[in-house]
Nanobody
Framework: QVQLVESGGGLVQAGGSLRLSCLASGSVFSVNVMGWYRQAPGKQRELVATITSGGITNYADSVKGRFTISYRDNNINTMYLQMNSLKPEDTAAYYC????????????WGKGTLVTVSS
């Protein structure tokens, strides 16, 4: 089991910055990939960015060059999403995700943190 807790959401003006954090606990040593997803009102949940246990990153085209995903001190227990140059269309609930790959693989989700970008 892996438990995920997000923090850092809030209200920010367009052009501003926020840093989201995801604290992971439990069987973190088994996690292969972690990521951030978001869901805006009335829309489906979408990928924002992922990072492997080895530090390989992947971003949605809509956030490339503005958002950065990372681990704290290369430790998978704490993951960040640095969000710069925020736009109103970035408004959404942001969710932390952890994936264990394999025949008994599972993915885990946090409860989310709300980001609101005003114009």
């Amino acid at each position: 089991q892996v438990q995920l807790v997000e923090s850092g959401g809030g209200l920010v003006q367009a052009g501003g910055s926020l840093r989201l954090s995801c604290l992971a606990s439990g069987s973190v040593f088994s996690v292969n990939v972690m990521g951030w997803y978001r869901q805006a009102p009335g829309k489906q949940r979408e990928l924002v960015a992922t990072i492997t246990s080895g530090g390989i990153t992947n971003y949605a085209d809509s956030v490339k060059g503005r958002f950065t995903i990372s681990y704290r001190d290369n430790n998978i227990n704490t993951m960040y999403l640095q969000m710069n140059s925020l736009k109103p269309e970035d408004t959404a609930a942001y969710y932390c995700n952890a994936v264990i790959i394999g025949p008994h693989g599972t993915d885990y989700w946090g409860k989310g943190t709300l980001v609101t970008v005003s114009s």
